[in-house]
């Protein structure tokens, strides 16, 4: 699957932003998507993730503890779109921003499976 992310953006302490990846493929209810974040001179690191349930469309969310009350994940399966509301930004969310998607392997702190695919990122800059 191929990822496109979009939404990032310059803004002040206490603003809002949406990301939005939009992925390929014709099998992405199944699939598990997630956001993570990489800042200057730090580690890649898992933001929030909306795993397939196995069956059906059940879903499940899974936040970092930085993420929890102030970020949402959601997926729109008929738009191929997974996005990330994130409010209350502070300068500590300043980062490249990308989405993973992943078949085989639940989304969270372990990253992505071999066969895992990464967007090409979005920066987000909160001003402060």
């Known amino acids: 699957v191929q990822l496109q992310a979009s939404g990032g953006g310059l803004v002040q302490t206490g603003a809002s932003l949406r990301l939005s990846c939009a992925a390929s493929?014709?099998?992405?209810?199944?699939?598990?998507m997630g956001w993570f974040r990489q800042a200057p001179a730090k580690e890649r690191e898992f933001i929030a993730a909306?795993?397939?349930?196995?069956?059906?469309?059940?879903?499940?969310?899974n936040y970092a503890d930085s993420a929890k009350g102030r970020f949402t994940i959601s997926r729109d399966n008929a738009k191929n779109t997974v996005y990330l509301q994130m409010n209350g930004l502070k300068p500590e969310d300043t980062a490249v921003y990308y989405c993973?998607?992943?078949?085989?392997?639940?989304?969270?702190?372990?990253?992505?499976?071999?066969?895992?695919?990464w967007g090409q990122g979005t920066q987000v800059t909160v001003s402060s």
């Open positions: 993973a998607a992943d078949r085989i392997q639940a989304m969270g702190p372990r990253g992505i499976s071999p066969i895992g695919s």
């Open positions: 493929g014709r099998t992405f209810t199944s699939y598990n």
């Open positions: 909306v795993n397939w349930g196995g069956s059906g469309s059940i879903y499940y969310t």
